[in-house]
């Protein structure tokens, strides 16, 4: 959060609190990196189902309203800017989050981040990777593991739309594969759809990874100033050098120009994985609740476009077809393969498959939970042994489940129809626009 902060992206900032050795209680369970002191935790000592103690971080409160709740008919439908003012966002946290940072502090010798908390006035990047070790997990929710769900596909009773997730879990599986015959994913396709797949085949493979906050879903983006997002963003970001902002992109003077009105929330997926995947989870989600694959199209056209100009202000000389530099040759490739520089052709193109792949995950992962909640409440009810029937009991439990389910069944349905209308947008080819906007 300090390093999303400190770049002039608003966020939660963690209050500062007396120093608490993570050895002290924990061992340093999450690698080297745990066994400094932490100025951000707090122990409470407090009942719980365990030992009572509790480690909390206290951040600070942002107002505004969720990109979720933004879409749908005016007046609630965000401004022009919006959506490209998220993916503006999206690119310049992820390259806050690829490099260390040096801070350049401001004529009067203080430091000031641009969103007013303590930070840099200047947050540029070196070229030394932030590579913590904590990043380096196993995480469920990490797009990379979205096979990892296909056991749940026996969950979905609908027919169509198991076949619809079963066949965009195989092109992604093809994706990650560095060979011609991919991995297969429940039962094996037709031969004319393992053709058609063939196009998939590697797209993932060797692409830029670093950590990413994984998680850019519409209840994790706020909208906080309705001025910033009644207008569009414009590509005229005061630069210095070029070639010296190639290396070195200035975030906050990018962020504070693109970014302003939007927030970002919820650290706890952040991951080490492949850089593309934090645009496609902000367009898997940004794209819901739209009436016709056609405007499902413009807004993720939408946010594609401000991540495409928030990366030619960070990295305005032109690059080649595997994101690096033209102008400074060895470093800017050696830069871009590391995870940083401008976003590749590569990467462009994986990123339909992605989108699709992460809607498939979000919707096996809450058919999965449902199930888990139904069981739950199954076992419950046959527990009680209070003497009424077990009808009695099902129907006693029935309002329990509901509410449980109520959060699941919200974000599932939306999950489903966008699937549905990025398969209809890509077999009429349309997807391809998101391409050229990201490369052009």
């Known amino acids: 959060m300090d390093r999303i902060a400190k770049a002039g992206i608003n966020c939660p900032v963690p209050f500062r609190v007396q120093p608490l050795s993570w050895t002290s209680y924990l061992g340093a369970p999450y690698g080297s990196d745990a066994t400094e002191a932490s100025d951000t935790v707090l122990r409470v000592d407090k009942a719980n189902d365990g030992d009572g103690v509790n480690f909390v971080r206290v951040v600070t409160f942002l107002p505004g309203t969720v990109l979720a709740e933004c879409a749908g008919e005016p007046p609630a439908v965000p401004g022009l800017g919006a959506l490209r003012r998220v993916g503006a966002a999206v690119a310049c946290a992820g390259a806050a989050l690829h490099r260390d940072s040096s801070h350049c502090s401001s004529s009067n010798g203080d ?10 006035s200047s947050f540029a990047l070196v070229h030394a990777p932030w590579n913590p070790a904590a990043a380096k997990r196993h995480l469920a929710w990490d797009l990379g593991n979205a096979l990892g769900c296909e056991s749940d596909l026996k969950l979905v009773e609908n027919l169509a739309q198991r076949e619809l997730v079963q066949k965009w879990l195989r092109r992604f599986s093809r994706a990650l594969q560095p060979d011609e015959t991919g991995a297969t994913v ?8 393992n053709k058609a797949d063939d196009t998939f085949t590697g797209l993932l493979v060797g692409l830029p990874e670093q950590v990413i906050h994984g998680d850019l879903n519409d209840y994790n983006v706020l909208l906080t100033d309705e001025a910033a997002l009644s207008s569009d963003i414009v590509d005229d970001i005061p630069t210095t050098d070029t070639t010296e902002r190639a290396t070195s992109p200035d975030v906050c003077a990018v962020a504070r120009r693109l970014c302003s009105g939007v927030s970002v929330l919820d650290f706890g997926d952040m991951v080490w994985s492949k850089r593309i995947y934090d645009l496609a989870i902000a367009v898997a989600y940004a794209s819901q609740r739209r009436a016709t694959a056609i405007d499902a199209l413009s807004a993720a056209l939408d946010v594609i476009q401000g991540y495409a100009t928030a990366q030619r202000a ?10 690096s530099s033209t102008s400074n040759g060895a470093h800017e490739d050696s830069l871009s393969t590391r995870g940083g520089g401008k976003l590749s052709q590569a990467e462009a193109l994986a990123l339909p498959v992605c989108v699709a792949a992460r809607l498939c995950q979000s919707v096996l992962t809450s058919a999965a939970t449902l199930a888990e909640i139904h069981a ?3 076992e419950s009810v046959d527990s009680q042994g209070n003497g009424t029937t077990t009808e009695e009991r099902i129907s006693a439990k029935k309002a329990e489940l509901e509410s449980r389910a109520a ?12 699937l549905q209308q990025w398969d209809e947008l890509h077999d009429s080819g349309r997807l391809g626009v998101l391409v050229k906007g990201l490369v052009e």
Request: net charge negative; charged share 5%; hydrophobic share 35%.
């Open 314 to 323: 960070l990295y305005p000389t032109p690059c080649n077809s595997n994101g």
């Open 186 to 193: 429940g039962v094996a396709g037709s031969s004319a759809e």
């Open 376 to 378: 739950s409440a199954m």
């Open 407 to 418: 959060y699941v069944a919200l974000s599932a349905a939306p999950g489903w129809e966008l």
């Open 111 to 120: 430091s000031v981040c641009s969103n007013g908390s303590e930070g840099a």
